[in-house]
C-alpha cells in the first residue's frame, strides 16, 4: 500500500509511522510526506530519512477546491493509494473526502467523540476529567468524525498541565498510530456502519 502522509507542523507521529514502516513485513510503505506548510520542520526530518517529500502552500490558492485538486495531483503522480493525516491542520471539502473515503487515517489527541476540535488538553483538564487519550479514525467529511481504529487511554494526574498531559497522551500515539495502519492496511479490520470490527483498545 503506497501510503502518503500528510503533515503541517513537526511531525512526531509521521516519525513512528516512517519507523515502522522499515519493517519488512509491514503491510504499507511510506512513499510520500505532503505538508501545506513548505517550512514544516517534519518535511526536512523526512527528506533526512530518505523518503520523498513535497509542500501544496494552500496560501496561494485561492480557494479549498484549488488547493486540493493540486494535493490530488501531486498525490497522483506518486500513485499514493492511502492517506495518514498526521498534524495535518486543513480542513477537507467533501469532494476530496469522497475520492479517499475508507483510504484515510487521521489522529486526534483526544477520547473521541469527547473533545473534537482544538485545545483538547486544556479542555479536559477544565473539566476534571480523570482519563484522557487519543484516537485513530478513518476520516469522513464532518471533522474529527468517522469510525474509530484505534483508542488508548492515559490518566489525568493532579498535578497536570496541558504540556504534561499533551506529553503523556503523544506517547501513546506514537504507540497507536502504527498499530492502527497496521491493521488497516493488513486488512485486518472490517467496517460496518460507524464502527471498525477487529479495531484496538490500549490503556
Ligand atoms: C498530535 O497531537 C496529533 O494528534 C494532532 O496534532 C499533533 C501533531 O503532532 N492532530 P506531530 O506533528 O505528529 O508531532
Known amino acids: 500500500l503506497r501510503t502518503a502522509i500528510l503533515i503541517s507542523g513537526r511531525g512526531s507521529n509521521m516519525d513512528e509511522l516512517i519507523a515502522a514502516a522499515r519493517a519488512p513485513e509491514f503491510?504499507?510503505?511510506?512513499?510520500?510526506?505532503?505538508?501545506?506548510?513548505?517550512?514544516?520542520?517534519g518535511l526536512a526530518?523526512?527528506?533526512?530519512?530518505?523518503?520523498a517529500v513535497?509542500?501544496?502552500?494552500?496560501?496561494?490558492y485561492a480557494g479549498r477546491e484549488e488547493?486540493?485538486?493540486?494535493?490530488q495531483?501531486?498525490?497522483?503522480?506518486?500513485?499514493?493509494d492511502f492517506l495518514c493525516l498526521a498534524g495535518f491542520m486543513r480542513l477537507f471539502t467533501p469532494w476530496f473526502?469522497?475520492?479517499?473515503?475508507?483510504?484515510?487515517?487521521n489522529i486526534h489527541p483526544a477520547l473521541l467523540p469527547a473533545y473534537r476540535g482544538l485545545h483538547t488538553h486544556e479542555r479536559a483538564l477544565a473539566d476534571g476529567v480523570k482519563i484522557h487519550g487519543c484516537t485513530v479514525h478513518f476520516v469522513v467529511p464532518e471533522m474529527d468524525e468517522g469510525?474509530?481504529?484505534?483508542?488508548?487511554?492515559v490518566p489525568v494526574l493532579d498535578g497536570d498541565d496541558a504540556e504534561t498531559l499533551g506529553a503523556r497522551v503523544l506517547a501513546q500515539e506514537h504507540v497507536i498510530y502504527p498499530l492502527a495502519l497496521r491493521l488497516v492496511a493488513s486488512g485486518a479490520?472490517?467496517?460496518?456502519?460507524?464502527?471498525?470490527?477487529?479495531?484496538?483498545a490500549e490503556s
Open 73 to 80: 495531483i501531486v498525490l497522483e503522480t506518486y500513485r499514493i
Open 45 to 51: 526530518k523526512a527528506k533526512a530519512a530518505g523518503i
Open 27 to 41: 503491510p504499507a510503505q511510506i512513499a510520500l510526506v505532503l505538508s501545506n506548510r513548505p517550512d514544516a520542520p
Open 54 to 60: 513535497a509542500a501544496v502552500d494552500h496560501k496561494i
Open 67 to 71: 488547493f486540493e485538486r493540486s494535493l
Open 97 to 105: 473526502i469522497s475520492q479517499w473515503r475508507g483510504r484515510i487515517l
Open 147 to 153: 469510525p474509530i481504529v484505534a483508542q488508548a487511554a
Open 189 to 200: 479490520v472490517r467496517v460496518e456502519g460507524n464502527r471498525v470490527l477487529g479495531a484496538l
